[in-house]
C-alpha cells in the first residue's frame, strides 16, 4: 500500500460550515492549511476548498487560482466526501477497516498506505455508518477484519455488518494473526503511542488487506 499525499487549502468563510470540515480532515488524518489571505490562496498544486461565500469572496475580487490544482466548492462537510476524501482514499485503492471485539469495539481505518480514522463504536451500528460514509467517496472496494480473540463465535451485530452489501470482502483474523503484524512504521505513521486495542484494530485491517491482496493474486 503506497501512501498519498493531498496538499489542500481550505478557505471557507462559514465559521460552522469551518468548523465542521476542519474537524472532519483532522479526524481522517487530512493535512491542510488555511491561507492567510488573498496573495496566498493556493501554492503549487494545492486543492483549493471553498464554501459559497469563499467563492464568490475569491471570485469577485479577482484572485488568481492558476496555481491550484483544482478549486473544488463545498456547502457542507458531506460533500467533502466526494470532494476530497476521494482524492485521499485514491482512485481504487481498498480501504481496509479493522475491528478488535473486546469490552469495547476499536476500529481502524486504512486506505493508500496510511491510517485514516480510527476510535471506538458503542455498538456495531456506529460501524455500519462509517462504511456507509466512506463509500460516499465512490465506488471502491471496502475490506473489512474482525479480531477473533476469545470468540467462539461472532455477535449477531457484527454479523450483520459483515453482511453489509457496501462490504466487498470480510475476513476473521485470528490472534496470532494479527500479533505477527508489524504496524509502528505504516505509511509514516507511529501508532506506538495508541491504546492496545486500537493497535490490534489496525494489525487486523492490515491482515485483512493482505489476505484480500493474495486472494486476487491466486486467481
Request: aromatic share 6%; with cysteine; hydrophobic share 45%.
Amino acid at each position: 500500500m503506497e501512501a498519498v499525499a493531498v496538499r489542500l487549502s481550505l478557505f471557507v468563510l462559514n465559521p460552522r460550515l469551518f468548523l465542521e470540515l476542519k474537524s472532519l480532515l483532522e479526524e481522517h488524518g487530512v493535512e491542510f492549511r488555511v491561507p492567510a489571505g488573498l496573495s496566498d490562496l493556493c501554492f503549487a498544486g494545492e486543492l483549493l476548498v471553498v464554501d459559497p461565500e469563499g467563492l464568490k469572496y475569491v471570485s469577485g475580487s479577482g484572485a488568481p487560482t492558476g496555481s491550484c490544482s483544482e478549486v473544488v466548492a463545498v456547502s457542507s462537510s458531506e460533500e467533502v466526501y466526494s470532494a476530497v476524501l476521494s482524492r485521499v482514499l485514491g482512485g481504487y485503492s481498498p480501504i481496509s477497516i479493522g475491528i478488535d471485539l473486546g469490552k469495547r469495539i476499536a476500529y481502524a481505518v486504512l486506505a493508500s498506505g496510511r491510517l485514516l480514522t480510527y476510535g471506538y463504536a458503542d455498538r456495531a451500528e456506529e460501524i455500519k455508518n462509517l462504511i456507509e460514509r466512506l463509500s460516499r467517496a465512490g465506488p471502491r472496494t471496502i475490506l473489512l477484519g474482525v479480531g477473533a480473540q476469545y470468540l467462539k463465535g461472532l455477535p449477531d451485530d457484527i454479523a450483520s455488518v459483515i453482511e453489509d452489501e457496501r462490504v466487498t470482502a470480510a475476513y476473521i483474523v485470528e490472534e496470532g494473526e494479527a500479533s505477527r503484524v508489524v504496524t509502528p512504521s505504516l505509511a509514516g505513521e507511529s501508532v506506538e503511542r495508541l491504546p492496545e486495542d486500537v493497535r490490534a484494530s489496525i494489525a487486523i485491517a492490515v491482515k485483512a488487506f493482505e489476505r484480500h491482496a493474495l486472494a486476487r493474486a491466486s486467481r
